[in-house]
């Protein structure tokens, strides 16, 4: 297992955790991603993660079957776009 950390672009301002254990191959299907949260498989930063429709935003770093994942947005902000 490597703690190798790799990065998913998204679109949009998050992304629910089933779904980016679905999109990330961490999960073959939506059902068996909410069974791997419902038992305590899945963490957020570090800490156990069990609500299937959790939020995961920019910088959060979720873990699951040994692979991690950092989830950035492709959108830069706004405030940035000021400077």
């Known amino acids: ?6 990065t998913v672009m998204i679109k949009d301002s998050y992304i629910e955790l089933c779904s980016l254990l679905k999109l990330e191959s961490m999960a073959d299907s939506g059902g ?3 069974q791997m949260i ?3 498989l ?3 930063n ?6 299937k429709r959790k939020k995961i935003c920019t910088d959060d770093v979720v873990e ?5 994942v950092r ?4 959108v830069p ?5 000021m400077k």
């Open 1 to 6: 297992m490597s703690n190798e950390i790799e």
């Open 32 to 34: 068996e991603a909410k």
């Open 38 to 40: 419902s038992e305590g």
């Open 42 to 44: 899945v963490r957020v």
């Open 46 to 51: 570090g800490e156990v993660e069990t609500r």
């Open 64 to 68: 699951c079957k040994g692979k991690h």
């Open 71 to 74: 989830v950035v947005n492709a």
């Open 77 to 81: 902000s706004k405030v940035n776009d």
